[in-house]
């Protein structure tokens, strides 16, 4: 079924209600994109997007298909580094292993891939800097700034390396090296080394040259007689005896120290010492403040009293729909507000709309920014009903937004609980672009399942206890049923998760520890290779939705066997996936069979898979709804 024939999604009004707001279809998505084109020329610029947060990817991968049609979209993904929030997982063509919490990306292999300059990473402070000399166009001090965030993160990984007892092995770049001496550079200190000199230096290169001079030339000669009255002027300040009587006579210099004395010669080259050195740490400092201030907490100028006021008025305001909220927890939220969400107000007007992730939607409303939307990805499920200061955050953000882009359809009865507006949702599918996914396939015909057993391949993460469960023991129980019938089959397991040794335990007391073979973590092309060879691509068992690893599996033509309720998709899209849906170990087990009896898929599974893909999950449309989003939410304040 094409996606015209659903124009009219309906969406879920608050409890209570019976209200639908249509979500775009294919026509009002075309016409979104013109427009797009109306905007950019009446602005004789593009649409300006700021993407803060990046958990998952999703900010990066919505502002890559949007730069693709047009939009002029920058991601800010502060203080986080997860291997799963970076370009290069995502397009580097990975082929090694990575640390997830904090990959070294000098030490793998990226195919010559590069980050590119609109994705910024790394602390805040350093973040802002580069983006507001970015979206300045100053671009001398963007790159340097730039170099920056990258010894920053160097000096991460250098950390890491010595808490471990161990050398990471790689010389660092020339610039690396550059950012790390000018960070330790302080023309202050040097002055006053030169300047200052230690008093035995006074001593040596000072008090005796000065009285060979008393002693070479009469007081009457101008230049001595000025000498020596700046000697008496310090030794006065000093508290110390007078080394000069009135008539300029020394006063008890020893005849053989004076003999033993600096030659004025040497005073004279002390003296020029002092000069080069002063003048070359003074233009040192002004020709590399721009180095300097990546290098300085401080680089980001803001003025603390003002944003203290502003975040007082704020939570005055928010309390009077907030129940049970402890004062300990607002107080939080005014540390938060009036030092860290501030920070972004040096950036915030350069954009036309910011795209808040997760709970990021606060930064830019807790900052007067009114065109600003709020990205759902699994955030509403529990944490906007937590009495805690993320949970605060959350239901806060979205509140308050504009427009909430809803990605995750099992959180609809969260939405209704929260009270959100009708007309202040969009249900959007995940951040995705399908072409590149096509393309790798059509590039690669040769891949192909084996023949001789049917292969299971499951990239979830081994989470089977508390929160973030994957279900990977409901798969883990199935695969045993379907074993206890026909062995034909093989499971390839991913190492990573939490609860790996909860899996392998497991996998020994069902008897199936022949059937399955573990492999490391990897990049996303070895990913995409591993579900085109594989006859099941097995997701996650507990959420009813799709996730990622099953956008990309149906993309590839892959069958994917995962947990999903059917009424709830058939209403987010407009049509439901075709997958092989399994919530207990029994559905597994059917699926599994049901595979091996039909190895070939002459069923065509796969292909309708792809299919839906295209018409219901493209980048278009994902982008279409997005910018007819940020249309509805430029128009409306407009109208204020």
Known sequence: MRLEAHSQIAEPGPAGTDQAVPNPGQKEILQSFEWLKSFSRAKGRPLRVLHIGNIANNAYNNARIQRRYGVEADVLCFDYYHSMATPEWEDGGLTTAVDPALPDWWASNLGGFKRPAWFVQGP??????????????????????????????????????????????????????????????????????????????????????????????????????????????????????????????????????????????????????????????????????????????????????????????????????????????????????????????????????????????????????RNFTAYEHGTLRDLPFENDLTGLRCRIAYRKAPISFITNSDVLPSVERLGLEPSKLRFLPHAFDETKLIRFRKDRPDLKPPSQHVRIFSPSRHQLTGEGRKGNDIFLRGAALAASTNRNFRITLVEWGAEVDLSKRLIDELGIADLVEWVQPMGKQALWQSYCTSHIVADQFVLPALGGVGFEALALGCRLLTRIDQAQLTTFFGECPPVLSASSPSDVASAITAVINDAEDSAGLGAAGETWIRNFHSAERIVGIQVSAYKTVLERNAAI
């Open 124 to 369: 805040l402070p350093l973040c802002i800097g580069y983006l507001a000399a970015r979206t300045k166009k100053a671009r001398v001090f963007a790159r340097l700034r730039r170099w920056g965030l990258e010894s920053a993160y160097w000096s991460l990984l250098e950390d890491r390396a010595h808490s471990m007892g161990r050398k990471r092995g790689i010389a660092p770049e020339w610039r690396l090296i550059l950012q790390g001496w000018i960070s330790k550079f302080d023309p202050w200190k040097t002055l006053a080394e030169s300047l200052v000199p230690s008093r035995q230096s006074l001593r040596e290169l000072v008090m005796r040259p000065l009285a060979i001079a008393a002693s070479a030339k009469p007081p009457g000669v101008p230049g001595g007689a000025m000498l020596v009255e700046l000697w008496r002027m310090q030794r006065r300040a000093r508290n110390m005896p007078a080394v000069f009587n009135r008539q300029g006579v020394l006063n008890g210099l020893n005849e053989d120290e004076v003999l033993a004395s600096f030659s004025l010669l040497k005073m004279f080259f002390y003296l020029l010492k002092i000069t080069v050195t002063s003048v070359a740490a003074i233009a040192l400092f002004v020709l590399l403040l721009p180095f300097r201030a990546v290098s300085r907490d401080g680089e980001v100028k803001r003025s603390l009293k003002d944003a203290e006021a502003d975040a007082s008025a704020l939570i005055e305001e928010l309390r009077k729909r907030e129940d049970g909220v402890s004062e300990t927890c607002w107080q939080e939220l005014h540390q938060y507000l009036s030092t860290t969400a501030v920070m972004f107000r040096p950036i915030l007007d350069h954009y036309d709309i910011v795209q808040g992730y997760s709970i990021d939607g606060l930064i830019p409303f807790a900052n007067g920014v």
